[in-house]
DNA sequence: TTCCGTTGCGCG
DNA sequence: AAAGCGCGCAACGGAA
């Protein structure tokens, strides 16, 4: 059964049944595993719109439906509908994201940027001018020392569409022609693709929801011990003690008693000053330096990284009740990665990871895929040879003895492979992976190939990169020279060859994340973190075990479903852990 | 004052 | 400057 809606203001809003079309058993339309969020989008065949109901709680009516029929909701964009029906104590089993499956069909037609609204699937459809409405929606404004304002339920969310088209029809009509083109024989992957975003917008507001439990005690403790006491607030900017008595010390030793270290330019001119030529800051290239100066100078950096990106205001600003909760941004990187907005989620630091405890009574179960992208890579191309080193548990232990037994080389040249790096040792490494792995090193070179002619790559479900800019094929006509043309002819080569990797790697990631709250469907344990190839879940500390076994589960099951039967494994990491940074 | 490109580093 | 992909964020510093 499927369900269409649109929120109205005020929390109302309507819904109607979609009634299956001739020919079409309900049975099928679980697909894969019913309830496990994965199932197929329904058939492309016309559908009939039952009756539209108009209700004053839609809340109320979703969970009530929800309940007794548990259908396919069609709406035009979770992130906008389903958080507040989380507030209102309401889950839906499944989905379908109208303007996230958008997004994916519009790539497919070289089109990107476009807003995430109903009004912008629907222009495309009709060829109308895409309107202009910010690119992600509706942005919480990050916060200040208020926080993120609660938002009125269901505010009346600009669709952006025509001020005479019903935003009820025009879900419908987008929906409809969705399917014919997630039916055509052409990406038969398009389907599940579209489930499976859709699932992840439903996983990813469940996990904002529930927030990652973080003990701001614990962080603040951690911070005073590494920086010193938490500055004044309010007052003139000055640095917490023990950062500035660093920054003292090393404009003495350095010989520049003002230099500010996090001026790189200042930095470099001091540098420079004191006989240490440098072309950047960098941490890298400072290492290489013996000066009594560096080593202060790459402490300020690191603590004051901390001090910056995670420090006080940090925690007041994304901490509350607890809780860490990011906003997740589905698909958000070209890949079909996710990204995040406010507080930097996807790059929370080791340091941070220490205050992220479980409840009493409660551990987290984390489990992360370990080199996933090679084996995506050994799965893709077919490769044999790499894909019976992707049945180790180890598989660049397994690849050493093309080395000569050597794991690291094995690490390097693949990675190097997948990344597009031809410079030094590297390159050489290459060499010998290309021989030993015809396969799977030919993959990603024809991904780069086509990127540098600017050809469309895509990824194993169907996902397409971006086309070429204007500007790339004005440089690539020489308007700046040969040497120009070719730099950014093989930058886009570089990113063509790792898109096809990483962006499956991604749809796997998601597979997994859609499998697994199904399963998850009913019990405590709860996803609250998602972090490209590693989940984290919250769990009562006697479900730990059943959680495990859901999350193993899930990596098979998204392995059978995104890459159908390969021999490569995907083997998980999996900790069991009261604190996120104990799981290594 | 605000805007924006650059730099650098965190994560995968 | 080197030449390995994808991000988000904060600070700097010049331009508007």
Redesign the pocket.
């Known amino acids: 059964m499927r369900w269409v809606v649109h929120a109205d203001d005020g929390g109302a809003g309507r819904l109607a049944p979609l009634a299956e079309a001739e020919g079409e058993a309900e049975g099928d339309r679980g697909g894969v595993a019913a309830g496990d969020g994965v199932a197929r989008a329904g058939a492309a065949a016309a559908f009939g719109v039952g009756e539209v109901r108009r209700v004053a709680d839609l809340c109320s009516a979703i969970r009530e439906l929800e309940a007794r029929e548990g259908p396919r909701w069609i709406w035009a964009d979770t992130a906008k509908i389903y958080p507040d029906l989380l507030r209102a104590g309401v889950r839906v089993a499944r989905c379908h994201d109208v303007v996230l499956v958008d997004e994916i069909l519009a790539a497919r037609e070289g089109l990107f940027g476009a807003p995430r609204t109903l009004g912008a699937a629907y222009a495309r459809l009709h060829d109308l001018p895409v309107p202009d409405v910010g690119r992600l929606g509706a942005a919480t404004e990050a916060a200040g020392a208020e926080g993120p304002l609660q938002e009125a339920l269901f505010e009346p969310d600009d669709t952006g569409l025509p001020a005479e088209v019903d935003p009820l029809s025009a879900l419908i009509e987008v929906y409809q022609a969705q399917l014919t083109v997630l039916d055509s024989a052409a990406a038969p992957a398009l389907r599940l693709l579209a489930a499976a975003e859709s699932a992840g917008a439903l996983a990813a507001a469940e996990m904002t929801h529930a927030g990652l439990p973080l003990d701001p005690r614990l962080h603040a403790e951690n911070l005073t011990e590494l920086l010193g006491p938490q500055p004044a607030y309010g007052g003139p900017a000055t640095r917490p003690a023990k950062l500035q008595d660093l920054a003292e010390r090393l404009g003495e030793a350095i010989g520049s008693p003002t230099l500010?270290p996090?001026?790189?330019?200042?930095v470099?001119k001091a540098l420079s000053l004191a006989g240490l030529p440098a072309?950047?800051?960098?941490?890298?290239e400072l290492r290489r330096m013996e000066h009594p100066a560096v080593p202060l100078l790459l402490e300020y950096?690191?603590l004051s990284?901390l001090y910056?990106?995670n420090g006080w205001s940090?925690l007041r600003a994304w901490v509350r009740g607890g809780r860490f909760r990011p906003e997740y941004?589905v698909g958000?990187?070209?890949?079909g990665?996710w990204?995040?907005?406010?507080?930097?989620a996807?790059?929370?630091?080791?340091m941070v990871r220490k205050a992220v405890v479980s409840d009493p009574g409660w551990t987290f179960v984390v489990a992360?895929a370990g080199q996933l992208e090679p084996r995506v890579l050994a799965a893709i191309s077919g490769d044999r040879g790499l894909a019976r080193a992707a049945q180790a548990e180890d598989l660049y232990t397994e690849l050493g003895d093309v080395f000569g037994g050597d794991r690291s080389k094995a690490k390097?040249g693949l990675?190097?492979a997948m990344?597009?790096?031809?410079?030094?040792e590297v390159g050489l490494l290459l060499a010998t992976l290309r021989r030993r792995f015809p396969a799977a090193i030919g993959y990603v070179d024809e991904a780069a190939k086509a990127g540098v002619e600017g050809r469309i790559v895509h990824t194993r479900l169907g996902r397409a990169c971006p086309p070429p800019s204007a500007r790339w094929n004005r440089l690539v006509s020489g308007s700046e020279g040969e040497s120009r043309a070719d730099?950014v002819r093989n930058?886009r080569g570089?990113?063509t060859?790792?898109?096809v990797v990483?962006g499956s790697a991604a749809e796997w990631a998601l597979a997994l994340i859609a499998t697994l709250r199904g399963k998850l469907a009913g019990h405590s344990s709860e996803l609250v973190f998602f972090?490209?190839?590693?989940v984290v879940l919250h769990c009562p500390q006697d479900e730990a075990e059943q959680v495990r076994e859901a999350v193993t589960a899930s990596a098979a099951e998204a392995s059978r479903l995104v890459f159908g039967t390969t021999p490569v494994r995907f083997p998980l990491h999996l900790a069991t852990v009261r604190c996120y940074a104990d799981a290594k």
Do not use: C, I, M
């Not at 972090?531 to 590693?534: A, C, K, P, Q, V």
């Open positions: 500010n996090d001026s790189p330019a200042q470099l072309a950047t800051t960098r941490a890298w950096k690191e990284r910056t990106a940090w941004v958000g990187v070209v890949t990665r990204a995040s907005r406010g507080g930097g996807l790059q929370l630091p080791a992360d390097l990675l190097g990344y597009g790096q031809t410079s030094g730099q930058s570089r990113f060859r790792n898109f990483q972090l490209h190839d590693e």
